[in-house]
């Protein structure tokens, strides 16, 4: 193994073990006393969720008072709910939870709440605004932003005209919901727009999306302009597009804008466009340390968002070492 290799492992290791070891809760250790911070991600299987991982661990890296602890849901609510009420016997300073879905971890965050531990929800929500802070994008905004830009590429307000697939995200979560509402204040004016779909759900996933596509182009023989609710979902559908030998027929637009994803995909002509959707993971730890810290902190942090096209893509991409 070069020696480059075993210092980046090394450096590795030592971010798991200031990430991930458990401090005794004794107050003999007062003086170097740590804030223990739990995060329950919903899952990793996912390339949004990977980034989110990787920036709030790089976060924790730069807070040597900060103790985190990680659990992966696996993209199922009960073992969400396991791992937050783990977390709360931990009796940890404070919990990150971005919940796989808003209405089955309502409960484990009241709990926490009731707890009396810091609650900081990320970027999907939960039907309790009692928790300490939400940190996320504006995924109303977003939607209209998309919606704009669909009826813009379909021949601009008041003569738009085309068919749309519109893929949703997962039904349960409040981003798919917000990402369909501020879509449709747009599309929903332009009489010459034709919405193809019925609340069809790729729960996020690029091959249920292509499922779902390659079901509509069998029964649509003109399709103008598909929405994925995220970046792989329209990848998904563009790629099944691409197999009935349809893809230049019509534009994708995603979400999401991982540079190595959406950006790529737009800078290679795949997607017309993508809109950032930044994780929460740097400043959802930012905010929990201060707040630990004493000081106050916003309701409601708003990650900013921006559209990718083909005319900033490859900046971006270079600006990313891409
Ligand atoms: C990842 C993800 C992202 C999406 C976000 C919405 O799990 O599906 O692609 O933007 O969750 O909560």
Same mark, same amino acid.
């Given at each position: ?7 980046? !492992? ?5 971010? !798991? ?36 991982n ?18 992966? +849901? ?15 016997? $931990?009796?940890?300073? /404070? ?6 879905e ?8 009241? $709990? ?24 996320? @994008? ?17 021949? =601009?307000?008041?003569?738009?005209? @085309? ?6 995200? +997962?039904?349960?979560?409040?981003? /798919?919901?917000?990402r ?8 929903d ?14 729960d ?31 990848? @998904? ?24 994803? @959406? ?14 959707y930044?994780?929460? =993971? ?11 810290? +004493?000081?106050k ?26």
């Open positions: 193994m070069k020696r480059r290799d075993i210092l980046k !492992l090394t450096a590795v290791a030592a971010v !798991l073990a200031a990430t991930t070891a458990l401090m005794p809760a004794d107050d003999a250790l007062a003086q170097d006393k740590k804030f223990r911070i739990g995060f329950s991600q919903a899952t990793t299987i996912e390339p949004w969720r990977a980034q989110f990787k920036d709030i661990i790089a976060e924790a890296a730069k807070h040597p008072d900060v103790e985190l602890i990680i659990t992966d +849901g696996e993209d199922r609510t009960e073992k969400q709910v396991a791992d937050v009420e783990n977390l709360i016997r $931990q009796e940890v300073d /404070a919990l990150l939870v971005s919940p796989k808003s209405a089955g971890l309502t409960g484990v965050v009241q $709990q926490a709440i009731d707890a009396k531990i810091p609650v900081f929800v990320l970027d999907r929500n939960v039907e309790t605004d009692q928790y300490t802070q939400f940190v996320g @994008g504006d995924n109303k905004l977003i939607g209209r932003a998309a919606g704009e830009y669909a009826v813009e590429l379909l021949g =601009g307000k008041g003569k738009a005209e @085309g068919n749309i697939v519109e893929i949703w995200g +997962g039904m349960g979560t409040q981003p /798919a919901h917000d369909h509402d501020g879509f449709h204040e747009f599309t004016k332009e009489p010459g727009i034709k919405n193809l779909l019925d609340q069809q759900s790729g996020w996933k690029q091959d249920q999306a292509y499922n779902i596509m390659a079901t509509a182009l069998r029964n649509n023989e003109k399709i103008d302009l598909v929405y994925g609710h995220n970046d792989p979902m329209a990848y @998904g559908a563009y790629l099944a597009a691409k197999d009935a030998g349809r893809e230049k027929e019509m534009k994708f637009i995603g979400i999401d804008a991982l540079p190595n994803e @959406g950006v790529t995909w737009v800078n290679n002509g795949e997607l017309t466009a993508t809109f950032l930044a994780t929460p =993971g740097a400043e959802g730890l930012r905010q929990a340390v201060k707040f630990l810290k +004493g000081e902190v916003e309701k409601t942090v708003t990650l900013d968002t921006m559209k990718v096209t083909k005319e900033n893509a490859a900046q971006i991409l270079k600006d990313n070492g891409l």
